[in-house]
């Protein structure tokens, strides 16, 4: 076999840390940048590989520039990186980036993704961008468009709903509450979505152009973070073909960009069994973590092997049914975070990942919980039991 090329990751989170196991397994070597010497996916790495990681921003055009020369190519495990020198170190011919940095810049405004979808035919929910620092006025006017509720978002530095706020009046103190909540930074809106179901689809190309969907999983959203997850999708009572068309849907999303990699593809199902396209991420998903233990290979050693141009892997699933919980911090403290994990092992088929984070804050991802099982009825109960385990954070 050849020798393996040294992949550099931005970014040292939990998705970074989980493509650090299938990469030790087939030998790659990977380099992370992010700050500190303990992010979660340096923890992972045999000891002598740890020299090589760098400390420093994600979004440094130094820091960038010195992993590149280290690694053949570079890819993320968070969006919100310096595009900007992604792009020129491809220029440059520095290095390969995957997916590439035109993909990545495209993705990290969500009011250009939308268009982008739009104009490639691909249906989203109606939306309508806001001028800089939005009056009440501007507001009222897109809601006479959009209708209401609406969904206002932050256009650009959005995760787990951090930059979402619904608008269900525009009533000045709501409308206020929400400008106030959404801060400075540039927003567009969109219609509501008046889904049965949220769904997604994990889409892999390799740098050969060939591609593979994972099972559509129901995803489960609480205050628009994702709770819980279910693989494989089952359909509505009446509706035929919805894994087929929202593995088709993704798909066609995924060949509008450029770059290799594995996508999560996020997707609204409507009562018409219709589908409409939420959001694009260029990375490994919380929607695809189940794919660790229940599929044949994981959409994180299906993303290795897609930026290396190596054969992909099998997606399909190798259990009847399978689910992921995630676990959230309750507050500052870990101590929860740890009896949530406790509890979970005493669950028959329960799988637990935490993610060695230094400190917990509520809501935060800290980690999750696969189970796999022989029917969807064992894998609800454990899904029920390790929900149990859990403070509810709304309370
Ligand atoms: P992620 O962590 O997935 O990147 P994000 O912060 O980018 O999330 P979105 O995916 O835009 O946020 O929205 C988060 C959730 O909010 C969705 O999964 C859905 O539950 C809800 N949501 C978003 N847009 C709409 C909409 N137009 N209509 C109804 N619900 C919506
Ligand atoms: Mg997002
Ligand atoms: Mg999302």
Redo the contacts with the bound molecule.
Sequence with gaps: MAPKKTVGILGGGQLGRMLTHPAALLGIPLIILDEGDYTPAKQTLLAPLNEDHLDGPFKSEEHIRALAKKCDVLTVEIEHVNADVLEAVEREGLCEVHPSGKTIRLIQD?YLQHQHLHEQGIAC?P?AALPANPTHDDVVAIADKLGL???L??RTL???????F?LKSTEPRHVAAALEFLGDRPLYA??????VK?VAVMVVRNTKGEVRSYDAVE?I??????RVCFAPLRPEAGMVGVNQRARELAEKAVATLDGAGIF?V?M?LLPDGSL?L??I?PRP???GHHTIEACHTSQFENHLRAILSLPLGDTSLRVPSAAMVNVLGVDDSMGPVEDIADASLAVPGATVHLYGKAASRRARKMGHITVCGPSDAEVRGAVRTLLEAQPDLDA
């Design positions: 969500k929910a939306f509720p609406l969904m978002k932050a959005a995760y787990d709903g951090r930059g979402n619904p969109e219609g509501w979505a008046q889904f949220e995803t959203h609480r205050d628009s973070i994702l999560g996020e609204f409409l939420n959001e991420a998903h919380n929607s």
